[in-house]
């Protein structure tokens, strides 16, 4: 018996395309993140910070946040992605929804794209005047951190240079 034969192109095409989603489970939605209005919005109002993980089912809780923003079990979001984090809003027609738990079922495409893996710390930053939630994945906490020192440093360098011993 002779194996069966298959042009090239055949080959590639399968292997490129994407897989099912799994029952029960939603594929996330692409929506453009208009960046400069997500920077306007964060910078003009209080924020409210936690620290939460993602369950190896792709589970976020936080009750403490989600009371926050009054947004009850079985509030629909919608979710808008950046390269390393994720917006959720609320929308009447929004794949995502707050279970009974406080916990909110994050797709996995959307959890790979933003870089947010099971059980690793996400940042969680509420702004209840603007009803949204950004989600950071650790690796945001750490670039953040690391800005943080090294404009501390500057300052510190800058103020030696100049003369200033405050």
Known sequence: MTPPTFDSDDVVI???SLPA????RTRARSRKLDVGDLY???NNTTLHFALS????????TSRQTFSHLQWPPGKTLTSTFGRN???????AD???????????????NLL????????????????????MLVVHPQQNIAEMVRG????????NVHRRVSGDHR
């Not at 984090?85 to 929308?91: C, D, G, N, S």
């Not at 790979?112 to 009803?131: E, N, P, S, T």
């Not at 943080?148 to 300052?155: C, D, I, P």
């Open 85 to 91: 984090y994720v917006l959720l809003r609320p929308a």
């Open 21 to 24: 989603v799994l029952p029960g």
């Open 40 to 42: 306007a919005r964060v």
């Open 14 to 16: 399968r292997a490129l």
């Open 94 to 108: 929004g794949e995502l929804t707050v279970g009974e738990r406080g916990r909110l079922l994050l797709p996995s």
């Open 53 to 60: 993980s993602v369950d190896h089912r792709g589970r976020l």
């Open 148 to 155: 943080f020192h090294e404009a501390q440093f500057q300052r």
């Open 112 to 131: 790979h794209y933003c870089g947010i893996g099971a059980h690793r710390q996400i940042l969680l930053i509420a702004a209840a005047d603007h009803d």
